[in-house]
């Protein structure tokens, strides 16, 4: 009988133990998850046949903000979104299309999550591997995540343009900041919270908001990593992206960070960049309106 009671005794205080190692340690990155929120945020413009299907495949079983920014659609884009009753989903209305860099400035607004994701509403993404996107933000290991295609798959042919201007892009990238992003145009991302006053700030509304966001990121010397995802060809509709556009804006983006890189003096910046600036979007606007 004592030494079932001294057995007994050893195995209570075993488990006192282990409930205030457990009190003590670290919450996993699992724990971490749980208990955050999580702002996904769509930019949307006639997508009628895919914005329900993408939406309804997002993960139910984390805290989710679903917010959609309706940039102007002509279609029935809104209306396949009203006849989702299983989740909350907040639209956000532009009477005119903005453009891409303006329909997400307008969701990081209303966000009001720990962790922002970016999904594109055409159903090439995959919302499945969200969770996959926002783990490396969970364990600390990344400012900003970008979901890849070059380290994961695609099922479709990429025109040789794009891969040609990401490669542009990577390598500017990596000789101003140091950090390698190849699916540098993908627009499914996560990131902290504290980055988005940030990228509300940025002035460029269309796609090359994509490259500034990158550029804006790394100039704060924040973690950026890729992570492979699974990218799918589009099945419905056709991209409405204007090459020779996004090429000058991107380069413009280019130009002016580089120069507020290696400027000799932030006086001298403070006076030219801003001018600079403006007269390369005069140029850019000048140069698609007459193509």
């Not at 390598?171 to 980055?195: E, P």
Request: proline letters at 3%.
């Amino acid at each position: 009988m004592t030494e079932k009671i001294a057995m007994n005794y050893q195995i209570l205080q075993k488990n006192s133990t282990l409930q205030e190692e457990e009190r003590n340690s670290p919450p996993s990155s699992q724990d971490r998850l749980a208990n955050s929120l999580i702002s996904i945020v769509i930019p949307l413009f006639n997508e009628e046949n895919s914005i329900k299907k993408v939406i309804e495949r997002i993960p139910n079983h984390y805290h989710y903000e679903i917010i959609v920014i309706d940039d102007g659609s002509t279609d029935n884009s809104v209306m396949k979104i009203k006849e989702i009753n299983s989740r909350i989903i907040t639209i956000i209305s532009h009477e005119k299309n903005k453009g891409y860099g303006a329909a997400l400035q307008s969701g990081f607004r209303k966000a009001n999550g720990d962790i922002i994701v970016t999904l594109d509403s055409d159903s090439q993404h995959k919302p499945e591997e969200i969770p996959n996107l926002i783990e490396p933000i969970i364990r600390n290991e990344a400012d900003l995540v970008i979901g890849s295609r070059y380290l994961g798959s695609y099922n479709y042919k990429i025109p040789l343009f794009t891969k040609f201007g990401e490669l542009i892009v990577k390598t500017c990238l990596k000789q101003l900041y140091g950090q390698v992003v190849g699916n540098n145009q993908s627009g499914f991302r996560a990131f902290k919270r504290d980055l988005l006053t940030s990228l509300i700030e940025i002035d460029n509304n269309g796609m090359a908001y994509t490259t500034e966001l990158l550029l804006k990121v790394m100039e704060k010397k924040r973690r950026v990593i890729e992570i492979p995802i699974i990218l799918d060809s589009r099945i419905y509709g056709s991209s409405d992206v204007k090459l020779f556009k996004i090429t000058l804006s991107i380069l413009s983006c280019i130009i002016i960070y580089s120069l507020n890189r290696f400027t000799i003096t932030r006086f001298v910046l403070k006076k030219i960049i801003p001018k600079l600036n403006t007269v390369l979007k005069i140029i850019i606007g000048q140069i698609t309106n007459s193509s």
